[in-house]
């Protein structure tokens, strides 16, 4: 069984930067990919980011592509705008390429808040 602790998140103003951070404790793997996802009351899961299991390489949603820069267990989010606001998961499964459907992923983080205001 894997753990996933986020952190970060909180409130900024449009324009401003956060960082999530997604800690993975329990079972290893030797590859496993991570990615993001948020979601907003009544809408599906988005997918966000994601890192494959086996040499990291990165994938984007078109939405975030240039601003956001996903890292092992990190998300960096830069110039943050309104419609960027909502619950942000992490997400992890053993897997050498990267995934982008939440169905792909087996383990979870707890979801944190980001709220952008304009």
């Known amino acids: 069984q894997v753990q996933l602790v986020q952190s970060g998140g909180g409130l900024v103003q449009s324009g401003g930067s956060l960082t999530l951070s997604c800690a993975a404790s329990?079972?290893?793997?030797?590859?496993?990919?991570m990615a993001w996802f948020r979601q907003v009351p009544g809408k599906e899961r988005e997918f966000v980011a994601a890192?494959?299991g086996d040499r990291d390489i990165p994938f984007y949603a078109d939405s975030v592509k240039g601003r956001f820069t996903i890292s092992r267990g990190f998300l960096q989010m830069n110039s943050l705008k309104p419609e960027d606001t909502a619950v942000y998961y992490c997400?992890?499964?053993?897997?050498?390429?990267?995934?982008?459907?939440?169905?792909?992923?087996?383990?979870w983080g707890q979801g944190t808040q980001v709220t952008v205001s304009s």
């Open positions: 329990g079972r290893t793997f030797s590859s496993y990919a």
């Open positions: 890192i494959s």
């Open positions: 997400a992890a499964t053993e897997g050498t390429y990267y995934y982008i459907r939440p169905h792909d992923y087996t383990y």
